[in-house]
């Protein structure tokens, strides 16, 4: 599979966005999944430090937490390694301003320079963004949990769950809800049983 074309596609359409709204149980999968099974496979981080409203996210660490958290779950085929050559990658991880500050993070599923629907096809690698203008002190008043970088935390993990292949699940105590409810509300950064086991169910578990 050749990435050369990849840093020259910059398109959003048809992401699958975190939003920040904000609730039983049990995982929803897309139907199709990476062509490879995530195990040994590289990512790629090149996510930065940002001052939001004069607090520094650190992306680059949220998204490293993010990825030791799928590594580290039970019995699962995922273990993900870092990469400094982007070409290796099949999970892609930047930030950016993706326009919309209710959008927390965005995952794009591709094969070669050619985006595709995952409800429709497998695809070969991911691209991750995480948006550094979204409004991240959202629920500030309301919410239980506040910190900014426990939500970005949060958010790499829900996204590298789309990027395996978890859409949105129905049970907000699920890291794959639809919203930052979890975090918010229950302080959940880390995959949890139902998130585990849709992974095992689309890649199946360890021998």
Not at 52 to 65: E, L, P
Not at 80 to 107: C, E, I, K, R, W
Request: charged share 10%.
């Amino acid at each position: 599979m050749n990435k050369a074309s990849k840093l020259f596609v910059f398109s959003l359409l048809g992401s699958i966005g975190l939003t920040i709204t904000s609730q039983a149980s049990a995982y929803v999968t897309f139907g199709y999944k990476y062509t490879n099974t995530p195990f040994q496979m590289s990512y790629f981080n090149d996510c930065s430090t940002y001052v939001y409203n004069g607090t520094s996210i650190n992306f680059y660490s949220a998204v490293q937490s993010g990825v030791s958290s799928w590594n580290n779950t039970s019995n699962t085929k995922v273990l993900m390694n870092q990469t400094t050559t982007q070409a290796q990658s099949v999970m892609d991880f930047h930030n950016q301003d993706v326009g919309d500050p209710s959008v927390l993070g965005q995952t794009s599923f591709w094969n070669n320079a050619t985006k595709v629907d995952p409800t429709t096809t497998n695809w070969y690698w991911t691209r991750v963004l995480m948006n550094q203008n979204a409004d991240w002190a959202y629920f500030a008043q309301a919410a239980l949990y506040k910190d900014m970088n426990a939500k970005a935390r949060y958010t790499a993990a829900h996204e590298e769950g789309h990027a395996l292949g978890l859409n949105h699940a129905p049970s907000s105590t699920a890291l794959m809800y639809g919203t930052s409810a979890p975090y918010v509300y229950y302080n959940i950064t880390t995959p949890q049983t139902d998130d585990v086991a849709g992974v095992q169910g689309i890649y199946g578990t360890l021998k």
